[in-house]
């Protein structure tokens, strides 16, 4: 029986935050390439740019997020295989670089306090 993650992404990822995503996506891909399956990343041709990453895993639905809020899917239901820590490597690695993105999963989640909550 698999599982769900959630995200939630209020805002755009800046320029800097979304190559930071794209290099780590590839990073994975390249990791994971026993598990993962149609890997797709559309470039814009306004700016020449990724804007968004995805892969396709048999057992999960697809693992899409955009640069963009807007267009962010919020949730990847799971088979439990092998590859769904590559979904969560890449949620938790959004969480880490972007102040406002928060990730969880069924039976799990960890409170992300902003810089002035810290303090």
Avoid at 27 to 53: F, H, L, P
Avoid at 67 to 78: D, G, I, L, P, W
Wanted: one cysteine or more; proline letters at 1%.
């Amino acid at each position: 029986m698999g599982y769900t993650n959630y995200w939630k992404q209020p805002t755009d990822f800046t320029d800097e935050e979304w190559d930071a995503v794209v290099k780590e996506f590839k990073y994975v891909c390249d990791m994971g390439e026993d598990y993962i399956e149609k890997v797709e990343a559309r470039v814009s041709t306004k700016d020449v740019m990724i804007d968004y990453i995805s892969f396709d895993a048999a057992g999960c639905e697809t693992f899409y997020i955009d640069k963009r809020a807007e267009n962010s899917a919020s949730f990847c239901k799971t088979g439990a295989r092998t590859v769904d820590i590559f979904v969560w490597h890449m949620l938790t690695f959004c969480q880490m670089i972007k102040e406002d993105f928060t990730c969880s999963r069924d039976w799990w989640y960890w409170e992300k306090k902003n810089e002035k909550e810290k303090l």
